[in-house]
């Protein structure tokens, strides 16, 4: 009885925040005040209300007891659970970050920033190659002045006043470290940086910050308004054959005496900008949840030079960190290097296995394994995919072995002799190669990396395996002192924890993921955050959590 008051008592919280929630997105539908941080600060007036609410459902939903509940039901319950308690958490974030939004904005001052468009379908760590900005000014949440190079990240090649290498393997394609390829690090802040230095390198003013956005989302944004007419280039453009024809402009129709490949983008974006500021009504909301989604989903990523607005930001989950976590932890991350626009048609399988060693270390085994539905006619999905794969896993992990890497011949990749040693990249990434596997190691962002090559042919699967062991003190196991050894001796039994958090990389469009866990007999598991199943399977690209305590 006491749990079926607990579930009325959260019904009825959640339809309250869910009310106040909907008058909020109502009266953000229909102001009358157009300006953005006008929108931001209405609507934290009905978050702030809706906060208590859900908070209140929460706190009920946590003090159920999923065994007094019929079978059929417990499952539906955590999900609801977890739905609220996320919501939960979300609308606190927006209300403490409220200001840090609306200066972001351009709250009564301008900022200024890089907007960095992500091509998913050419994979990089952050979602995408950088192959065309734009300069953006902002005020009070309107966009004041917007300059976009016709030729696109390689604007300022010409002008880059630093000429340093570049990480090994984009040498695959230029010996210098130059603006498009900044985007190496899957940690979007430091990623951010780099492109805002090479920027200025090559000629452009400082920035308050930095946004990337996925090519997938500004289709998105097209669908929800109206088809962009082009009279100029002779074509409609729609959420359908965006990336289609924008690539096809860029790469094979544009002018070549004028030599601005990106033009067809700088045509296109203030028609799109000026739709998405001025729509009302179901289309403003349209809009504003495909911006939501964006941010969630890592569509939309943002750094800040403000440490204050950063960190808001990252409580927000809008900055493309690498998660700092304890126990086991995975980050995939593929970088095409002069593999086409294929990473769109290629499917990603990750298989993980990890196995509890008889002499108490964990060994894993991930396998990647890439499925290439390109056809080797098609334009730009034909090409043979080249993929730099590396692997960010705990700090202090250690390589035992690589199946099936694929290098490029060595001659393939550019001279360095006429740049300079990059001091800065091995600050933030020192590298070294297994002599035994050729593979890429490192320990930077908190984590430890393994990379190799990749490559998967039009029609054809491919896979890459590494095998490593973690670091010794990754289980969280009980202290060795008085009170824990006379609860072993008496019989008592003495738990363990472990967990594996699995990270995505944004931009990819098709991945599952699948994680098995094999114990031994000193160890037994009691209990999984997959009702005490020991394998967790992600059939789309998302993060992933899995959690489990174990019995000595």
């Given at each position: 009885?006491?749990?079926?008051?607990?579930?009325?008592?959260?019904?009825?919280?959640?339809?309250?925040?869910?009310?106040?929630?909907?008058?909020?997105?109502?009266?953000?539908?229909?102001?009358?005040?157009?300006?953005?941080?006008?929108?931001?600060?209405?609507?934290?007036?009905?978050?702030?209300?809706?906060?208590?609410?859900?908070?209140?459902?929460?706190?009920?939903?946590?003090?159920?007891?999923?065994?007094?509940?019929?079978?059929?039901?417990?499952?539906?319950?955590?999900?609801?659970?977890?739905?609220?308690?996320?919501?939960?958490?979300?609308?606190?974030?927006?209300?403490?970050?409220?200001?840090?939004?609306?200066?972001l904005l351009g709250d009564g001052q301008r900022q200024r920033y890089l907007v960095l468009f992500q091509n998913h379908t050419e994979l990089r760590p952050t979602g995408g190659f950088w192959g065309s900005l734009a300069e953006v000014d902002i005020v009070d949440g309107e966009l004041q002045r917007m300059e976009?190079?016709?030729?696109?990240?390689?604007?300022?090649?010409?002008?880059?006043?630093?000429?340093?290498?570049?990480?090994?393997?984009?040498?695959?394609?230029?010996?210098?470290?130059?603006?498009?390829?900044?985007?190496?690090?899957?940690?979007?802040?430091?990623?951010?940086?780099q492109g805002m230095a090479l920027y200025e390198a090559s000629g452009g003013p400082s920035v308050d910050g930095v946004i990337a956005v996925n090519a997938s989302l500004v289709a998105d944004l097209i669908d929800a308004t109206v088809e962009i007419e082009l009279t100029k280039y002779g074509v409609t453009i729609d959420g359908e054959n965006f990336l289609f024809q924008v690539q096809k402009q860029v790469e094979h129709m544009y002018d070549r005496t004028a030599n601005l490949p990106k033009a067809i983008i700088g045509d296109m974006a203030p028609i799109l900008i000026e739709r998405m500021t001025s729509s009302e009504g179901d289309t403003f909301l349209q809009m504003a949840s495909l911006l939501s989604r964006g941010l969630a989903?890592?569509?939309?990523?943002?750094?800040?030079?403000?440490?204050?607005?950063?960190?808001?930001?990252?409580?927000?989950?809008?900055?493309?960190?690498?998660?700092?976590?304890t126990g086991d932890y995975?980050?995939?991350?593929?970088?095409?290097?002069?593999?086409?626009?294929?990473?769109?048609?290629?499917?990603?399988?990750?298989?993980?296995?990890?196995?509890?060693?008889?002499?108490?270390?964990?060994?894993?085994?991930?396998?990647?394994?890439?499925t290439h539905h390109g056809l080797a006619s098609s334009t730009f999905s034909g090409s043979n995919n080249v993929s730099f794969t590396l692997i960010f896993v705990p700090l202090g992990s250690e390589l035992l072995?690589?199946?099936?890497?694929?290098?490029?011949?060595?001659?393939?990749?550019?001279?360095?002799?006429?740049?300079?040693p990059n001091t800065e990249l091995e600050r933030i990434e020192p590298t070294t190669i297994d002599p035994n596997t050729g593979a890429l190691i490192a320990e930077s962002l908190g984590k430890t990396s393994f990379g190799h090559w990749l490559q998967t042919r039009p029609g054809s699967t491919s896979t890459l395996t590494f095998r490593y062991v973690l670091p010794k003190d990754i289980l969280n196991e009980p202290p060795d002192d008085l009170l824990h050894r006379t609860a072993k001796l008496i019989g008592i039994p003495q738990t363990v924890q472990h967990s594996m958090h699995i990270q995505k990389q944004p931009g990819v469009e098709r991945r599952e993921t699948h994680y098995t866990f094999f114990s031994n007999a000193s160890l037994k598991p009691v209990w999984t955050t997959e009702d005490t199943s020991l394998e967790l399977h992600l059939d789309s690209n998302t993060d992933g959590y899995f959690g489990m305590i174990m019995e000595q």
């Open positions: 009885v006491k749990q079926a008051q607990h579930l009325l008592a959260a019904g009825a919280s959640v339809a309250q925040a869910a009310s106040i929630v909907s008058q909020g997105m109502e009266a953000l539908a229909t102001r009358t005040t157009k300006a953005p941080t006008a929108a931001v600060s209405l609507f934290d007036v009905y978050a702030e209300d809706a906060l208590p609410e859900l908070q209140n459902a929460t706190e009920y939903l946590d003090s159920i007891n999923p065994s007094y509940l019929p079978v059929e039901y417990r499952g539906q319950v955590k999900h609801i659970r977890e739905l609220v308690s996320s919501l939960s958490e979300s609308m606190a974030a927006f209300h403490a970050s409220s200001d840090a939004i609306t200066s976009i190079p016709g030729g696109g990240t390689y604007f300022g090649q010409g002008q880059l006043s630093e000429d340093v290498a570049a990480p090994v393997p984009l040498q695959l394609l230029k010996a210098r470290w130059e603006l498009q390829d900044a985007n190496w690090f899957p940690d979007f802040p430091t990623s951010a940086q989903e890592r569509d939309i990523q943002i750094y800040h030079t403000n440490p204050d607005i950063q960190s808001a930001l990252s409580d927000l989950g809008w900055t493309g960190e690498l998660l700092g976590n995975l980050h995939v991350s593929h970088t095409n290097i002069g593999g086409g626009k294929t990473d769109g048609v290629i499917d990603d399988n990750v298989t993980v296995e990890s196995t509890l060693r008889p002499d108490g270390r964990i060994e894993n085994v991930v396998e990647i394994a890439r072995s690589v199946n099936a890497a694929q290098p490029p011949e060595e001659d393939l990749f550019e001279s360095i002799e006429d740049v300079s």
